[in-house]
Every structure is written in C-alpha cells, then in structure tokens.
C-alpha cells in the first residue's frame, strides 16, 4: 500500500534551517510528483512547492521563494523540504503529499523559538 | 493567486441532518478541485476530486458539485463520524490554493 513517512519533530530557532524527509513506499517514486503543504495553528493549509521526481523539477510558492528548497532522492525514494531563514511564524505542521492528493504524510511540526 | 472563498467557517448540524458547505474561486478553475476532512492532529483525507467525483472508499454520502466558480459539498446525512474540518483545494493553478476551512460541530 501507499504510504509516505515524514521526519520527526523539529525545534528550530529563528534564523536557523530545517530539513524535513518523507519516505514514499508502494508505488513507482519518479510516476508521481509530490508537494508539499504547511498549516500554522489555527490556520488554513497552504501550499509551498513541489517537485517532479521524474527529472527533479521544482515549482515554489512565491510567497516561500528564496527560502524553499525541495529535492528528492530517487534512489531513496524520498523527497526534502528544507525551509530557510525561520521566524516564529514558521512554526506549523508541514505535510508532503502525492500529486493527486490521496496521499499524505503523517506531518511533522516544526516549532520555532528562541 | 487564485482565492478560494470558503463558507460557513463553522456550522452546527444535528446526527441525519443535510450539511452544505460552499466554496467559491475567484476565476474559472474548470473542475479542478479537491474536498478534504481533516481531523485534529491528523493529516488531511481527500473526499471528492475533480469536483464531483468519490474517492474509493468514500461513503456514498459525500458528494461534490460545481456551477461556474461555485462548488458545493453536501454531506446528506450527517454522522457522528464525521465531525471534522473540511476545507476545498483548487489546483487548476499553481501555487494550489485552499479555502479558509469549514469546522463542523454535533448540535
């Protein structure tokens, strides 16, 4: 069956970066491509960027360029978000998702704190 | 940015009761649009894509339609289950984008 496996917890202080993985398992990695989605406490889902782990094209929300870097791993079958510069307004959980949205990870929270 | 305008932000419904919930794009999107739930502490669940379609395993008393730039999600009888948080996601454009959120609570 599908599943996509996220990192862990991260705590971050502000101006530092974070890398968050996630593990997809149960289909071919590079036929799908996979975004990546935050939702801050309280707030709506915002989408961030994605990528095609075809050939490793990437496609960035504006509001995240600059900051956002998502890669992949072919040979892991894993795709990265790291997220650069942090403020305390970073702080939110941080799913990846495959392309059609059916699949989601179990998301990581990024906290964000001096 | 394609805006995605998301109604009720919350709506109190009793157990059997028919549930609607409306989001409107602020330009044509074709049928390009996804219902989530969301439950707390959980990743979202997609319900409905391409506006008006079931995602297998969905029970059949989800449903999605779209007239112009309005879409509509209808839950025709409401279960205990399914208290949770539904929003839309449009991915016509890219960045996608996603309604405010519509929080549904048991009367």
């Known amino acids: 069956q599908v599943q996509l496996v996220q990192s862990g917890a991260e705590v971050k202080k502000p101006g530092a970066s974070v890398k968050v993985s996630c593990e997809a398992s149960?289909?071919?990695?590079?036929?799908?491509?996979m975004y990546w989605v935050r939702q801050a406490p309280g707030q709506r889902l915002e989408w961030m960027g994605w990528?095609?782990?075809?050939?490793?094209?990437?496609k960035y929300s504006q509001k995240f360029q600059g900051r956002v870097t998502i890669a992949r791993d072919t040979s892991a079958s894993t795709a990265y978000m790291e997220l650069s510069s942090l403020r305390s307004e970073d702080t939110a959980v941080y799913y990846c998702?495959?392309?059609?949205?059916?699949?989601w990870g179990q998301g990581t929270l990024v906290t964000v704190s001096s | 940015d394609i805006q995605m305008t998301q109604s009720p932000s919350s709506l109190s419904a009793s157990v059997g009761d028919r549930v609607t919930i409306t989001c409107q794009a602020s330009?044509?999107?074709?049928?390009?649009l996804n219902w989530y739930q969301q439950k707390p502490g959980k990743a979202p669940k997609l319900l409905i894509y391409d506006a008006s379609n079931l995602e297998t395993g969905v029970p059949s008393r989800f449903s999605g339609s779209r007239s112009g730039t309005d879409f509509t999600f209808t839950i025709s009888s409401l279960q205990p289950e399914d208290i949770a948080t539904y929003y839309c996601q449009q991915y016509d454009n890219l960045p996608q984008t996603f309604g405010q959120g519509t929080k549904l609570e048991i009367k």
């Open positions: 998702a495959r392309e059609e949205g059916a699949y």
């Open positions: 330009q044509d999107i074709s049928n390009y």
């Open positions: 149960g289909y071919t990695f590079t036929t799908y491509a």
């Open positions: 990528i095609n782990p075809g050939n490793g094209d990437t």
